[in-house]
């Protein structure tokens, strides 16, 4: 399935080679597809390994984030998040980073997993709040580290309104963009956040937090990590159910400007997927549309 221009092809062959030219005493392990999301391709490499490629130069920039970071933020975390064990060298056949890290048992998140969704909420608010915690031991924005979440929403502004009239076309007759647009400019219109920049997962959607007997395990995919304002890791709460949402909010006690902002970088998440991957990765698309419905339904409650 190829989601961008420029893609570098994988393929189990491919994986193969590079194991057996850089780390050839895993080359012959049983080798299986574990997932391929919008950055990344993965297969799991025996019990305990995941090797990770990139889909494009861009995304292998993600890679080396986590291949130098996660090992200097672990440590901070008291769940488990994903350890590299093998930093991948570019090659003639794949030329980009790639990785090898520690395989994490776990299912993702959701309604057949989670058995008390508001002890899942405030267990993520402590996972959330303590990686906001974390030293940054010296990062900036200008390390690498300066993804558009994290920073102000006005920026985005031009590229967002773009977003919002592509899914006037795409889902307009399935949900109210008007009213998304209404939620996104009141958000605009708010005084920018004041706090002061963390580290950030960027990407704490259920796929990305593992669940086990269940309650929350481990958090994975660290690619979007960055470090900024935290309003936009908190837009993460649409993406579970209500009663997951208020124990979120309640436990990390965020004010309604902050809330809103929040919303609006869900909005920003949902808009701009249905966008860009309309036509070529329908299950995202599914996933942009609930979160967007999920936008609108507490907004309508709220009212």
Known sequence: MTLHENEI????????????????????LPLAPAGAGTDNTMYRLGDDLLVRLPRTTEKAEAVRKEQEWLPRL?????????????VGTPTGAFPLAWSVLRWIDGAEAGPGTVQ???AFGADLAAVVGELHA????????????????????????PWITRCLGDCRTHVGCE?????????????????????????LHGDLKPTNLLVREGAL???????????GRPDAEHSTAWNLPQEARQAYRDALDLDDATW????????????????????????????????????????????
């Open 74 to 86: 672990a440590p901070h975390l008291s769940r488990p998040v994903p350890a590299p064990v093998h």
């Open 260 to 303: 809103s902002r929040a919303r609006a970088w869900a909005i920003s998440t949902g808009v701009s997927g249905i966008s860009y991957y309309w036509d070529t990765f329908p299950a995202f698309v599914d996933e942009c549309r609930a979160l967007l419905r999920s936008v609108l339904a507490d907004a309508e409650a709220a009212r």
């Open 175 to 199: 949900l109210d963009v008007d009213a998304l647009e209404q939620l996104w400019r009141a958000a605009l219109a708010l005084p920018a956040s004041s706090s002061p920049h963390g580290w």
């Open 116 to 118: 008390d969704w508001a």
């Open 9 to 28: 092809a994988v393929d189990e062959a491919l994986v193969r080679a590079l194991l057996k030219e850089q780390r050839p005493e895993w080359a012959d």
């Open 134 to 157: 974390v030293p940054l031991m010296g990062a900036t924005r200008t390390d690498g580290l300066s993804g558009y979440r994290g920073g102000d929403l006005e920026p985005c502004d």
């Open 217 to 227: 395990h481990a958090v994975i995919d660290f690619g979007s990590l960055t470090v």
